[in-house]
């Protein structure tokens, strides 16, 4: 690395050395005033020979260099017709119209033109990341980073036990090899964005001590047909070089998604490359301690070839952590941060339901952003608070003079029918937060609605979920009238549709099973309809504590669940 930091400086003051060259002959070739000359003295060095070249023109004057000279003369010119031959006779160089020529100007342009050449090249080879994204391996497995290991992972326990054989594997090939064992030549770790797919993939590597090669499926992809091949090849080669090593390909399926099956329909660069890749895996012998990892959140869209046995014959899902490997993903990120003892951690992870680890990461570093603001000792429960509201809606809105009071009034009546819904249908659940206080991400308000951890769900509790999700747009309709129902209930009604969709298509809920396009959505109209008309006359029963927690939230503007209860008077209910 210093060698080429050295090697790029070098290389950086002769380019500019050239350049102001360059711009220096070119500044004085054209600023440059030429000698006037007596027509006697030209005619005199034309007979000694010391004229090398010169320029006629239809002008009164004509233009003349002499030999060993950079120096421009001008003198009269005769326009004798005879001139031009005389001067041929006595081997001197004859132009017409044109310009003297500046040999010191040419070596000059071809020594820049050669210096811009070099720093191409230079940029080309050695620019870039240093991994075998860039076509340039070489490097990627001589870095001195240290990965992490299991230990510095915290949930995903079952997939954990699903790779550790793998880390064998890599260590003491010979010793599956003695047993005639196959390894899986790939694995695909599949699941949601954010659940540390990559960081599996790392931790592997690490407790292998094997090289690292961390690329990106699109990064094989390319618009000149056999390139992408060539960069796969690059990459298992270098690989092979080092005996063992995790190849980790990232976003996998846009390289190996399912192939078209009509032959003119495909895309033949990807096809090309992903061939590479299958013939490369497929070649993989016992005794080499080399696995291929890849990591999708569409498992469904890749080719089946990719998915064969001896192919990525192994898929491990990496999923959104439980209750317990969320508290131990929070207690690895704050080792490191000054937390008050009044925060409770178990409280954070029963509120976190269905957070990534990123997003418990992000949750952390917002609320130790929100104390370095407050320059404060700690990090204290409130911040928390507010970076966990501040990554599920956005920041606090701080100018509201712009909205009007029958504004607000709509938001507290539909954010508590959504509250109210979800404490009596689904009391199992935990509203932790009811606000109309709008957000940075246009949010007019909104109602944190969190279900316990579950294996599945049952065909009633779908149901309550999409009254739940209804409860927002049947309140305003109730309290204010048909026609002045409002657009804040878009997203209540995309997330109802979608779960009304898996209700009737992919779990086989409804009445009958749904065969078509057309009798689905005729099912899955005929069940909105029928929940929506629940949800009305549920919270028309239910009047009286609609109006109730809305006039306590327009009053207040943001409750929670102690405040919802005693509202409701949860004592009393069994």
Do not use: W
Not at 453 to 465: A, F, L, P, R
Not at 500 to 505: E, F, L
């Amino acid at each position: 690395m210093k060698k080429f930091k050295v090697n790029n400086i070098l290389g950086a003051i002769i380019f500019t050395a050239l350049a102001v060259c360059l711009a220096a002959g070119v500044y004085l070739k054209n600023h440059s005033e030429p000698i006037s000359a007596p027509y006697v003295d030209f005619l005199k060095s034309v007979e000694e020979g010391s004229v090398s070249e010169v320029v006629l023109t239809d002008e009164s004057s004509l233009r003349y260099k002499l030999a060993g000279g950079d120096a421009e003369y001008v003198t009269e010119n005769p326009r004798s017709p005879s001139l031009k031959e005389e001067l041929l006779k006595q081997g001197i160089s004859v132009s017409e119209g044109g310009a003297l020529s500046n040999s010191g100007g040419t070596v000059m342009s071809v020594l820049f033109f050669c210096a811009v050449l070099f720093m191409v090249y230079k940029v080309t080879n050695h620019q870039g990341p240093k991994t075998a994204m860039a076509l340039n391996v070489s490097d990627a497995s001589e870095s001195a980073v240290q990965y992490p290991g299991f230990d510095d992972i915290a949930g995903n326990e079952e997939a954990k036990e699903s790779v550790r054989d793998i880390v064998d594997f890599i260590k003491n090939p010979d010793k599956y090899a003695r047993y005639g064992a196959r390894m899986p030549h790939g694995m695909i770790f599949y699941g949601p964005p954010g659940t540390g797919k990559t960081l599996m993939a790392k931790a592997i590597a690490g407790e292998a001590e094997a090289p690292f090669y961390a690329v990106s499926g699109s990064d094989f992809v390319q618009m000149y047909v056999g390139v992408g091949a060539g960069r796969v090849r690059d990459l298992f080669r270098k690989a092979r070089e080092n005996k063992k090593a995790v190849i980790f390909i990232d976003e996998i399926d846009a390289l190996g998604k399912k192939r078209s099956a009509n032959p003119q329909g495909g895309n033949d660069e990807r096809e090309q490359t992903l061939n590479a890749l299958l013939t490369e895996m497929s070649g993989f012998s016992n005794s080499e301690g080399i696995i291929v990892i890849a990591a999708t959140n569409r498992l469904d869209t890749l080719d089946e070839a990719l998915l064969r046995p001896g192919r990525f014959d192994r898929q491990i899902e990496i999923g959104l952590p439980d209750l317990n490997a969320r508290r131990s993903i929070l207690n690895l990120h704050i080792k490191n941060k000054p937390m008050s003892e009044d925060v409770d951690m178990d409280s954070v992870a029963k509120q976190t339901v269905f957070f990534s680890g990123a997003m418990l990461e992000n949750l952390l570093n917002e609320a130790a952003i929100f104390a370095a603001k407050r320059a404060a000792e700690n990090i204290e429960p409130t911040d928390i608070d507010k970076a966990y509201y501040t990554v599920i809606a956005g920041s606090e809105k701080l100018d509201r003079s712009g909205i009007k009071e029958r504004e607000r009034r709509i938001t507290a009546y539909h954010e508590s029918g959504h509250a109210l819904a979800a404490k009596l249908l689904s009391p199992e659940n935990t509203v932790a937060k009811i606000t109309i206080i709008p957000s940075t991400k246009g949010a007019g308000g909104f109602c944190v609605n969190i279900p316990p951890d579950k294996m599945y769900y049952t065909k009633s509790e779908i149901e309550n979920q999409i009254m739940i999700n209804l409860a927002g747009r049947a309140a305003e309709e109730l309290m204010f009238g048909s026609e002045n129902v409002t657009t804040g209930a878009g997203n209540d009604i995309e997330k109802s549709t979608s779960l009304a969709r898996d209700y009737i298509t992919k779990y086989a809920m409804g009445s009958g099973f749904a065969y078509d396009e057309k009798s689905s959505h005729d099912a899955m109209k005929k069940l909105l309809d029928d929940l929506y008309a629940k949800t009305r006359d549920f919270l028309l029963g239910n009047q009286n504590l609609l109006i109730a927690v809305s006039e306590e939230l327009l009053d207040r503007e943001t409750l929670n669940e102690e405040d919802l209860d005693r509202i409701l008077g949860a004592e009393d209910r069994p």
